[in-house]
């Protein structure tokens, strides 16, 4: 999201991801427990359900997309898969 924000404007280097990546999982645990206890729920829910496994699939995909172009937008070589 910080590149998303124009807060970094990469290339960033291994530590640098790495550092991104913990304060985005520690984000998401405390700031928006809700929301990250949500995702789980659904997940579980979704393998139950094939409508909304559809669903959560094609959120998840958007999600990766846009988790890759930001990844890009700082330098990375990184694969969507």
Same mark, same amino acid.
């Given at each position: 999201?910080?590149?998303? @924000?124009?807060?970094?404007?990469?290339?960033? =280097?291994? !530590?640098?991801?790495?550092?991104?990546?913990?304060?985005?999982? !520690?984000?998401?645990?405390? $700031?928006?427990?809700?929301?990250?206890?949500?995702?789980?729920?659904?997940?579980? !829910?979704?393998?139950?359900?094939?409508?909304?496994? $559809?669903?959560?699939?094609?959120?998840?995909?958007?999600?990766?997309?846009?988790? @890759? !172009?930001?990844?890009?937008?700082? =330098?990375?070589?990184?694969?969507?898969?």
């Amino acid at each position: 999201m910080a590149a998303a @924000h124009g807060l970094i404007t990469g290339p960033i =280097g291994r !530590e640098g991801l790495i550092g991104l990546l913990a304060m985005s999982v !520690e984000i998401s645990a405390k $700031q928006h427990r809700n929301r990250y206890l949500a995702v789980y729920e659904l997940s579980l !829910e979704a393998t139950r359900r094939p409508a909304l496994q $559809q669903t959560f699939d094609a959120m998840k995909s958007s999600a990766v997309d846009f988790t @890759h !172009e930001q990844h890009q937008a700082l =330098g990375l070589t990184t694969s969507r898969g």
